[in-house]
């Protein structure tokens, strides 16, 4: 993997503001901020994105989201929820290809996050939904072998 600005952070090349740390992840305040407590957990281990998981990296990874959301709530009451977003390669709009977790909180509808969320259930059939549950039936039996 090409080195990204995540891993002159977790090598400590470059300062951040680090809030949570263990052998597996940082988590640190994002610049953008999109809405206040904006934080990134970062992997240490170097990889692209989801689809370079295994299910250990997938369990030490995710076990640290419920301990940051709960101290982004923690550190403000008036935190109502909390978008967590993994986005994997370009077309999903990844930009750092370094895997990482937003945890966005969100503070109510007009907070300036939001996210489009399109209902396409009338374009396919109940066959159609069948080969898609099979094809994805088939493709977790492969990767199991």
């Known amino acids: 993997m090409t080195e990204s600005i995540f891993t002159k952070i977790v090598n400590g090349d470059i300062p ?10 940082i988590a640190i305040m994002d610049l953008s901020q999109v809405t206040k407590g ?8 170097p990889v692209r994105n989801i689809f370079e998981y295994d299910e250990t990296l997938a369990s030490n990874v995710f076990a640290s989201v419920p301990t940051v959301a709960k101290a982004i709530k923690a550190h403000n009451p008036d935190v109502k929820g909390m978008n967590i977003l993994m986005n994997n390669e370009a077309v999903a709009s990844q930009t750092v290809f370094h895997s990482h977790i937003h945890l966005i909180p969100r503070y109510g509808e007009d907070d300036d996050f ?6 396409n259930s009338q374009q396919y059939s109940d066959e159609a939904l069948d080969k898609i549950k099979s094809d994805l039936i088939t493709a977790l039996e492969a990767m199991a072998k």
């Open 38 to 45: 904006h934080t990134l957990i970062i992997t240490k281990k």
């Open 114 to 119: 939001g996210l489009k969320w399109a209902d």
């Open 16 to 25: 951040a503001r680090k809030i949570f740390e263990n052998d597996h992840v």
